[in-house]
Nanobody
């Protein structure tokens, strides 16, 4: 199993980023997937989930600002983040939904998102 997250960076408050996650090593199309984040000094926090059919759900802080999606033909997971806030600063990970917020050994390195002026 391999997850490769990308698309993070430094952005000003109110800005946007689109995160991507390339997945390999399992039958991606059959699995619900999550985006999870970890801010400095804090626990892992669920951001959004996408079921195998593409239906998405969000943490309260992400509602109306973030959009999660997937492309099962490319084994890709996406997170469009708009109106970013300093409190969104974190490392963002993708993973199987069944992992929840427990980091598993096969998780990737994540992608750093920093929101600052």
């Amino acid at each position: 199993v391999q997850y490769v997250e990308s698309g993070g960076g430094l952005v000003q408050p109110g800005g946007s980023l689109r995160l991507s996650c390339a997945v390999s090593g399992f039958a991606f199309s059959g699995y619900a997937m999550n985006w999870v984040r970890q801010a400095p000094g804090k626990n892992l926090e669920w951001v959004a989930g996408v079921n195998s059919g593409g239906g998405a759900s969000y943490g309260r802080f992400a509602e109306g600002r973030f959009t999660a999606s997937r492309d099962n033909t490319r084994n890709m997971l996406y997170l469009q983040m708009n109106n970013l806030r300093p409190e969104d600063t974190a490392v963002y990970y993708c993973a199987k939904a069944r992992d929840g917020t427990t980091r598993e050994p096969d998780w990737g390195q994540g992608t750093q998102v920093t929101v600052s002026s």
